[in-house]
Every structure is written in C-alpha cells, then in structure tokens.
C-alpha cells in the first residue's frame, strides 16, 4: 500500500523547520538579501534548533534524519529563504562525500568535530573551466611523501572561504580525465587554503560564494576519500543528493510565492473587485498550485528512493530539473499578479523571483540534467 502521510517525527520536525523559519530567517532575509551580508549568528540559532547536519548519523553528533525528512526540512527552510536555506546546504553537501566514501576513522575525526558546535562546510569542485564538464578541473594533487600538494582555484562555492571544513575535487593524474580526480578533506585550519574574491550574486545573498584558493596545500594521505581516481564517482553521488535537495528548495520558494499571490489577489481591488475574481488571474493561481504538487511529489519520490538504496539518479535529475523550472515559472507569474508592485523591493516576490533562477544552473544546469535523463531512458 502506498501512503503519503508523513510521520509523527516528519510532522514535528518540519513544524520545527517552519516556525524556525517564520521567526528567525522571514523577519531579516529582506536586510541579508539587500545588505548581501552573512547572517553571522544564523548557524548557531540553526544549531541550537537543531537543524544543522540533518541526515548525519546520530553516532557522529548528526540528527540522524533519513534524506526524505531532511528535504521535507529543506522546503520549510527555503519557504523562509533560499539564501539562508543555503547556507545549510552547502554544509550537507560538504560532508556528503565524506559520508559517502570517509573511512571509519575520517568520519569520527571530522564529522564528530563539525556537529559539536556551530559550524559550516563547503563542496569545491567547479572551476573558471570546469563548470559542466568535471574533466576540466586543473586543480592539481602532487603525492609528495606523505603528503598531496594542491594547487588551484574554485569558483562559485557556497560556503567557500568560511567553511570549517571543505571538500576539494583536485586532479592526480591529468591524462585521465574525470577518472584522474581524487577527492580530499583540507580544514579551514590548513594554511594553504583560503577564500578568494566573494561574489556579488543576482539571488541567494545572504549565503557567501567565493573562491577557493589552493597554495601549496598539504594535505596528508590518510586525508583523501577513497583511492586515487574515485573522485568524480563520489561526487556524481553527492550531486545526486544535492539535485534532489535543490527541488525541495526549489518547491520551498515556490510556496512562499504563491502564499503571497493568492494574499494579494484577495487584497487588491480593480475595477471595483479584487482581481481573485478574475478568471486569467483564477488560473494562473491554479496552475501554480497544481504545479508545486506535482514538484513536491517528484522529489518525495527521488528522496524516498534513496532512503531505500535504490537507484535514484535518473529520478534526481527528473525532481531537480521540473521543481527548478517550476520555480521559476511560479515565481515569474507571481510577480505579474502583482503587476507593478511585483516589481518593486517593498514587496518579497521579486526576491522569490531572483532566488529561484540559481536553482536551475546549480549541482548540474537543467540541460546536463537533461542528457542524464536521456542517458537512462536509452540505457547508456
């Protein structure tokens, strides 16, 4: 039998996540945004709340949530704002790896330390060449003795240059392509890593993005994920996670959008009545609505999936790329029933509108998602 009704737990736990999300990110994501400003005490409220390192194991100090809540979560954090909800994200997509491939000992080294305390973590794989295509990545690791020499530039990392802990993709043997990347943990305490310029962002603000700046890094052996060349297999698996989460934002900011529609269409008056009474303005809300159900479910589903190890690739790519798209349809017409005022800062959507663009070019653009998708239809 199949069921859709959430849990108790789910059910606590996102009431948790919306009401955090009401009082603590609402009141200030117009200043963040405006200001492009870090919310400095934002993680230690999260943590406080609990909701840092949501699917990290209980025995590592995580909350121990399967991924479907955790994505549950995710779309009431984003309902507040995507730029903080960000921010939380990155620090899942940054110990991903390490919970996909770490050893036993990595992870009580690591993951124990990042979930004491209030802390970030950041995923650096992009570069100014290597975007879509992984196998750009010149990013170098040279085994020296004990120790790799990484030497390189990220570009576009969330978290990056703040991050307590960061996952870097570099190369270790450039004549292989993707299947030369190796992927390695450098704490923000490692001499040779640091943050370069931050970047001024259309959406997401309150989030920082910045580069990664690799000079001569030491990193030790016992320090890189899996063996040599295993790479990019652990960070297509942590992409998967990423793209699933990114539909539950995607739907989050969606929702919060439309809230606002279907307030104001009751509200504003035109021509003697408000324009809720219009059929063109009637229909526009209704596919709003019908298009964040369907959102919603494509990525309950890729999540659920996961939580049952199965394969849920083609299926991430199915929820990140309809729930991304959707957003941004949602959020566009949201802003023409708002007509003039949509336009303006007094009011949230235009910011809905520009935070929801992001999500259809990140963990993968919508048309790599795309080619993954026709990729498993055709069984290559």
Sequence with gaps: ???????????????????????????????????????????????????????????????????????????????????????????????????????????????????????????????????SDAAGVKTGAVLDGDTYVLNGTKCFISNGGIADLTTVYATTDPSKGVRGLSCFLVP?????????????????????????????????????????????????ITLDKARVNVASGSVGIARAAFEAAVDYARQRVQFGRPIAENQAVQFMLADMSMDIEAGRLLYMKAAWMETQGMPFTREAAYAKTFCSDMAMRVTTDVVQVFGGYGYMRDYPVEKYMRDAKINQIWDGTNQIQRVVMARGILGR
Excluded at 59 to 87: K, P, R
Excluded at 211 to 225: G, K, Q, Y
């Design 188 to 236: 923000k305490s490692n001499p040779g890593i640091s943050g370069g310029k931050k970047e001024r962002k259309m959406g997401v603000r309150a989030s920082v993005t910045s580069e990664v700046i690799l000079s001569d890094c030491r990193v030790p052996v016992e320090d890189r994920l899996g063996e040599e060349g295993q790479g990019f297999k652990i960070a297509m």
């Design 1 to 131: 039998m199949i069921s859709f009704e959430p849990s108790e737990e789910q059910k606590a736990i996102t009431k948790v996540a919306h009401e955090f999300a009401e009082k603590e990110i609402r009141p200030v994501a117009a200043e963040y945004d405006e200001e492009e400003r870090y919310p400095e005490h934002f993680i230690e409220k999260a943590f406080r709340a609990g909701l840092t390192y949501l699917y990290v194991p209980e025995e590592y100090g995580g909350q121990g949530m399967d991924f479907l809540t955790a994505c549950l979560v995710n779309e009431e954090l984003s309902w507040g704002c995507c730029g903080f909800a960000t921010i939380l994200g990155a620090n899942g997509l940054g110990v991903t790896p390490l919970l996909v491939a770490g050893r036993e000992e990595q992870k009580r080294k690591y993951l124990c330390d990042l979930t004491s305390r209030p802390s970030l973590a950041a995923m650096a794989l992009t570069e100014p060449e290597a975007g």
